[in-house]
């Protein structure tokens, strides 16, 4: 059966007509619905001419003409909203964007994954340990961690604690940008301080002063400062995965006479949730923002075909970002394909790669973790296959942090399963730390991209 493409079928609350995955149980109905009410009426954390400019970038990226980083938490949490971390990410956000735009000599457009990266799908509903089962853990927005009842219980309050965090880094962020953190004049306020003792420091510097003397040269010819260098962009994104979260933030845009999600400029569907007829992928349908879909090694060509017809109905460039996490070792045998198929439906996709989600392991003493080298080796071969199959790929989506952690294996200093205990912090999956994602960065500034 065809999924309907028509938008006078379509409202935020549709999607509860169909099967909807991943989709906490909460006990109090009355007080999941006074939840929804509540956050409805709440200002938004974005607005419609935000995501527009992201839309319009997007489609400059689907051209070739620019590249996205996208990066941050696999989940944040409620406890660590906090200047330090948000500072730390977003430095190391825009560290990674100055080594980009030193190699790919184009456009880099900064999206987070902040300031919503709440809710996580899970393996499995429950939970069981020593005989007793709960409610699995779906991230802060829905239950909180620690193995107990009350902990596990989904609690709708969580969904305005949620969106007020959201806010109040959204806002910092914001605050941060308004006010020349990210003025390319002064690049050095962008350090880490752990980071002067990195294996890539040396080289970190260089690129940065290089791209200061271009700066220096640039005005002295032209004899005024560059003023748009002295601010970037940047833009939130989540996965759109709570639907009574993101229904909430729905709202209609008179000028636009559309409804646009204005929780964040970019929401997602995951690879657990994309199906044709479920809810996520009705609710996506029908709003304005450019949308992003995760797809994994199951994903074939039918099903690629009319996802991007449900979603991008009118073929917009920009709209629909296909996130392919394949893993390294069935890139090679995957991606061919899909690119073929998106190409034979006579629809345009942006193409990103996200090399963490399809290289997760578990090591011996249970810890989850990925290997530096399968993150690089899935992220080299997507670009040698986009470019091989006419395509090119548009930018890359890491999971990553600024914080000094060890939860990947590998990278300049050799990490290995040994050190992992030393400052594994996350509760979901591996992050990438400062070190490892600049030389990430480094190794993407050497790809070819572009058409
Ligand atoms: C994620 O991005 O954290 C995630 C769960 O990804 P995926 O849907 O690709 O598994
Ligand atoms: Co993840």
């Known amino acids: 059966m065809a999924t309907a493409t028509r938008l006078e079928d379509w409202s935020p609350d549709s999607w509860q007509r169909k099967t909807s995955l991943q989709q906490p149980v909460y006990r109090d109905g009355c007080a999941l619905e006074r939840a929804v009410l509540a956050l409805s009426r709440l200002p938004p954390i974005v607005v419609s001419w935000e995501v527009d400019a992201l ?3 997007l489609a400059a990226a689907q051209r070739g003409e620019a590249f996205i980083l996208q990066g941050g938490d696999c989940a944040e949490s409620l406890d660590d909203c906090s200047s330090e971390r948000i500072v730390e990410q977003l430095k190391i956000l825009l560290q990674m964007s100055l080594v980009l735009v030193h190699g790919l000599k184009r456009p880099i457009i900064r999206v987070g994954r902040i300031a919503g990266q709440y809710a996580k799908p899970r393996s499995a509903d429950t939970e069981t340990r020593d005989g007793v089962t709960l409610p699995s853990y779906r991230g802060d927005i829905v239950n909180r961690s620690p193995f ?7 609690d709708p309050e969580l969904l305005l604690r949620g969106y007020e965090r959201a806010a109040l880094t959204l806002n910092f962020v914001r605050a941060l940008i308004d006010g020349g953190f990210t003025d390319l004049h002064h690049p050095e306020y962008w350090d880490l301080e752990f980071m002067r003792h990195s294996p890539k420091y040396e080289e970190y510097k260089r690129i940065v002063e290089s791209l200061s003397d271009s700066l220096s040269f640039f005005e002295s010819i032209t004899g005024r400062p560059m003023h748009d260098s002295q601010r970037v962009d940047f833009y939130a994104s989540h996965e759109g995965l709570h639907l009574h979260y993101e229904q909430a933030q729905t709202r209609y845009i008179q000028r636009r ?11 997602w569907i995951g690879v657990r949730t994309a199906g044709l007829d479920h809810g996520h992928v009705e609710y996506f349908r029908g709003i304005a923002n450019p949308v992003a879909v995760k797809v994994g090694p199951n994903s074939d060509a039918a099903y690629l075909r009319e996802l991007a017809r449900v979603l991008n109905p009118e ?3 920009g709209r629909l970002t296909l996130i392919h996490r394949l893993g390294a070792r069935e890139i090679e045998s995957k991606l061919p394909g899909l690119i073929d198929a998106v190409r034979a439906s006579g629809n345009e996709v942006l193409w990103i790669c996200d090399p963490m989600h399809g290289n997760t392991e578990t ?12 993150i690089l080796s899935e992220l080299e071969a997507a670009f040698r296959i986009h470019q091989q199959h006419g395509s090119h790929l548009g930018g890359v989506h890491l999971e990553l942090t600024g914080d000094n952690v060890t939860e990947c294996t590998g990278g300049a ?11 594994y912090r996350s509760t979901v999956d591996p992050r990438l730390n400062y070190e490892q994602a600049l030389e990430v960065a ?7 991209v572009g058409r």
């Open 363 to 374: 090591t011996s003493s249970g810890l989850k973790t990925r290997r530096f080298d399968n």
């Open 257 to 267: 006479g559309r409804w646009y999600n204005l929780s964040t400029h970019q929401p």
């Open 442 to 448: 480094m190794r993407i500034a050497r790809q070819p």
């Open 315 to 317: 073929r917009l460039p």
């Open 148 to 154: 107990d009842a009350v902990s596990r219980e989904p």
């Open 55 to 57: 839309h319009g970038q």
């Open 413 to 423: 200093r050799g990490l290995s399963d040994g050190d992992l205990a030393r400052a």
